[in-house]
C-alpha cells in the first residue's frame, strides 16, 4: 500500500516543448486535422492504409497531410503511421523497460535530455494538498499546443498543471483539472500563463540554463512515481511494472497506474510513456488518441537530433 503521508515538491526541468501560443494559433488547426487522421490510423494501422485515405478522414488533401506531418511532427504520415503502431509501441518497451535503470540514468542530446532534472525542495505546506488547496491560488489559461488546446495552471512558484482539450470541451477538462484542488483559488489569467506554455511548447525555449520549474501537490508515493516518469528520456518507454521496481515496491504496479493517472502536469511529466503489460497503450485521461500523437511527435523529435 502506498504510504499516506503527503509531500509536495518543486521540480526544476531542463528544457521543454513546441508552437507559439495565441489565441487562433494554426497549432490548433493542424492538430484538429492531425487528431482525426490519428484517429484513423489508430483503427486501421494493420491496413497500412494510403496517404490518400489518412487525409480523406482528415479532410485534406495528401499534400496538404504530408507538409502538415512534416511540419508538425518532422516525420512522413506513413512513419508517423509506424509511430503509432503498436508494435512501435512494444519495440520502444522492449528497448528500455529491461533496462531500465539504465534508459533512466541515461539521456540522449538535445531535446531528449528534457528530464536531466534538479531537485530542489520548498517550504510548502502539506496541508495545502490534503486540504484541497486551501490558500492556494491558481492562475490558469488556455493555450494552443501540437496536442490541441491546453490549459496551463500555474502558482506563485511555477507550473502547477498542464491539461489537453478538444475543441469544445475546453471548460470541461478545466472542471476536471479544479477537482484535483477543489477549495484553491482561480483566476483566470492568460497573458500571466502564456509565458509558461512558451517554455512548454516552443523547442527555441528548451534551455539547459533555464530550467522550468514545477510544482507536483501529491502524496509522496505519487510524486515519487513522478519523480520517476520524469527520468525517462524521450523516446522511451516503459511499463507500470517497471516503475514499481524502480521506486522499490514492485507489487504496486496497480498503484503505479493509478498514480499516473493522478498525475496534475501531462506532457511534461510524460506520463503517456508509461504503457501497460506487454507494451500495450493503455488508458490515458486526455485520450489514447492523444498519447499516441505524443508518442510519434516525440519520435520525430528524436529523429530530428
Not at 8 to 17: G, K
Request: aromatic share 8%.
Amino acid at each position: 500500500m502506498p504510504p499516506k503521508s503527503e509531500s509536495m515538491m518543486t521540480l526544476a526541468i531542463h528544457d521543454q516543448r513546441l508552437a507559439k501560443p495565441g489565441p487562433t494559433h494554426a497549432a490548433l488547426r493542424d492538430y484538429d486535422s492531425v487528431r482525426r487522421a490519428i484517429a484513423f490510423i489508430s483503427e486501421r494501422w494493420r491496413e497500412q492504409p494510403t496517404i490518400e485515405a489518412m487525409a480523406d478522414a482528415a479532410s485534406v488533401t495528401p499534400d496538404e497531410l504530408h507538409h502538415l506531418f512534416r511540419r508538425w511532427a518532422g516525420l512522413t504520415p506513413k512513419a508517423f503511421m509506424q509511430a503509432l503502431t503498436l508494435d512501435h509501441a512494444k519495440g520502444l518497451l522492449r528497448g528500455s523497460a529491461s533496462v531500465l535503470d539504465a534508459a533512466l540514468d541515461s539521456g540522449l542530446s538535445g531535446p531528449g535530455r528534457l528530464h536531466d532534472l534538479f531537485v530542489t525542495h520548498e517550504a510548502m505546506s502539506p496541508g495545502e494538498w490534503k486540504n484541497g488547496g486551501v490558500g492556494m491560488t491558481l492562475r490558469y489559461g488556455f493555450h494552443p499546443s501540437p496536442f490541441g488546446t491546453a490549459i496551463v495552471m500555474a502558482s506563485g512558484r511555477g507550473l502547477a498543471g498542464l491539461a489537453f482539450a478538444d475543441p469544445g470541451e475546453e471548460h470541461t477538462a478545466f472542471a476536471d483539472m479544479k477537482r484535483r484542488w477543489p477549495n484553491a483559488t482561480y483566476v483566470e489569467d492568460s497573458d500571466g500563463t502564456v509565458g509558461l506554455a512558451q517554455r512548454v511548447f516552443d523547442t527555441k525555449m528548451w534551455r539547459p540554463d533555464q530550467p522550468l520549474r514545477v510544482v507536483l501537490i501529491g502524496t509522496d508515493f505519487e510524486v515519487r512515481v513522478w519523480e520517476t516518469l520524469l527520468k525517462i528520456p524521450m523516446g522511451r518507454a516503459v511499463c507500470y511494472s517497471d516503475i514499481a521496481c524502480k521506486i522499490k515496491n514492485p507489487k504496486a504496479s496497480r498503484a503505479v497506474g493509478a498514480a499516473i493517472g493522478r498525475n496534475p502536469v501531462s506532457f511534461v511529466v510524460p506520463c503517456h510513456r508509461a504503457l501497460g503489460k506487454d507494451g500495450k497503450l493503455t488508458g490515458y485521461h486526455w485520450g489514447i488518441t492523444r498519447k499516441q500523437a505524443m508518442l510519434g511527435w516525440e519520435a520525430g523529435q528524436v529523429g530530428l537530433q
